[in-house]
């Protein structure tokens, strides 16, 4: 058994530079830009007053596809002390009846596919240590104060929102570019580009670009650090993590020149410990629980994830239940059994495939749109075969 902690260092860095950043930030500065346009400082703290104050009783459930308006209802949220749940519409129905049921107390949650047990509302805990997790990054990534963020990761997931609300406290720009990477790409310069692998390495292969202070990848295994950092430009660092964890580990490129595929090394006030090939994370936002979700090991002080430890499926950075794939799909009226695979993605790396046994015909694609609003995007098989039973 090996361990490994991180150091407090980082986050008191990162303290003192949010505190500079935020006291010499001018109202005047952009703080949101997106397809529609951009919003300064002022802009944006007098659009989160102004939504505060007329926010109904109760938790507010941040359920949109418009970005802007996720970003602005969670502020206003936390600036009028209630309960935000952020549930993504990709998430389907379940996900939203979950988060409207759900006695998380005041602070976000956000909307987990299970990594941990059953999909549901996972609340990221508040005090001084995990607020030293969240923002011990900043003490870490060589970027500029009041940085330009050019993001690339939806705000309604855990690493888009954090990203969001570390360039606010900054003083920096945030850039959301989720649908729509024009945005960035008409900005000339971004200090720092974010976003799932994915989504990064489809940013790469696109014509026009700005240039690029670093990368920061996020919310998914990354395995192609060096290619990556040659087509964009710029150097990589990768933050890993989960969505009920936070972010417990950050490889720099020094990091994987020294160990090559490690996800680095954990932030302040994780603990990582290596338990028979299983790694055993405690995190402040886990309130000192134990987090197993990963095989890997630890190596010199440098933590390695080689997959999943459990049977759920990683589909383009979403963590997905087979188990719960099957109940939903049984649940279906003929339906006597399924058999489920797992094949590759050319574009999500693995996916689900689906075979069901049924006594009476079905349509595959009226079954897939029931999982995809049931389950969410991810969760949808890619195929569906139908196979009759019985007379």
Do not use: K, N
Not at 46 to 54: D, K, Q, W
Not at 186 to 204: I, M, N, Q, S, Y
Not at 282 to 308: E, K, N, T
């Amino acid at each position: 058994m090996s361990e490994v902690r991180g150091r407090w260092s980082p986050a008191l860095l990162a303290a003192a530079r949010i505190a500079v950043g935020t006291a010499t930030a001018r109202p005047s500065s952009p703080a949101w830009t997106d397809a529609r346009g951009t919003l300064t400082r002022d802009d944006l703290a007098r659009t989160v007053l102004a939504t505060a104050r007329e926010l109904p009783p109760g938790p507010v459930v941040v359920h949109s596809e418009d970005q802007r308006a996720v970003a602005v209802e969670s502020l206003a949220g936390l600036v009028a002390r209630r309960s935000v749940r952020i549930v993504p519409p990709s998430a389907g129905a379940t996900a939203l009846e979950s988060a409207r049921r759900s006695s998380a107390g005041r602070g976000v949650s956000f909307f987990t596919s299970g990594s941990t047990g059953d999909p549901t509302l996972r609340h990221t805990r508040r005090g001084p240590l995990a607020t030293a997790q969240l923002i011990s990054p900043l003490g870490l990534l060589p970027i500029p104060r009041h940085p330009s963020v050019g993001c690339l990761s939806p705000v309604d997931h855990g690493h888009g929102w954090s990203v969001l609300l570390l360039t606010l406290l900054l003083g920096g720009h945030f850039i959301s570019a989720t649908r729509d990477a024009r945005p960035i790409r008409a900005a000339g310069r971004v200090d720092l580009l974010t976003g799932l692998p994915l989504l990064l390495r489809e940013f790469a292969s696109a014509a026009t670009r700005p240039r690029i202070g670093l990368v920061l990848s996020g919310s998914d295994r990354l395995e192609d650090a060096d290619d990556l950092a040659t087509r964009l430009g710029a150097p990589v660092y990768d933050a890993y993590g989960s969505t009920e964890a936070g972010t417990l580990c950050l490889a720099s490129p020094e990091d994987r020149l020294r160990s090559p595929g490690t996800v680095g090394r954990p932030l302040s006030g994780v603990r990582i410990r290596e338990r028979e090939g299983v790694l055993e994370a405690r995190s402040p936002m886990l309130g000192g629980a134990a987090f197993r979700g990963d095989r890997g090991h630890i190596s010199d002080g440098l933590v390695h994830v080689s997959g999943r430890a459990d049977s759920s499926v990683v589909t383009g950075g979403v963590v997905t239940d087979p188990a719960r794939l099957r109940q939903s799909l049984l649940a279906i009226e003929g339906v006597e059994s399924v058999d489920l695979e797992v094949v590759g993605d050319p574009r999500f790396g693995t996916r689900q495939a689906a075979t069901l046994h049924a006594r009476h015909p079905l349509d595959p694609e009226d079954v897939r749109a029931r999982i995809r609003a049931e389950l969410g995007a991810a969760a949808t098989p890619a195929r569906v075969r139908i196979v009759r039973i019985g007379p």
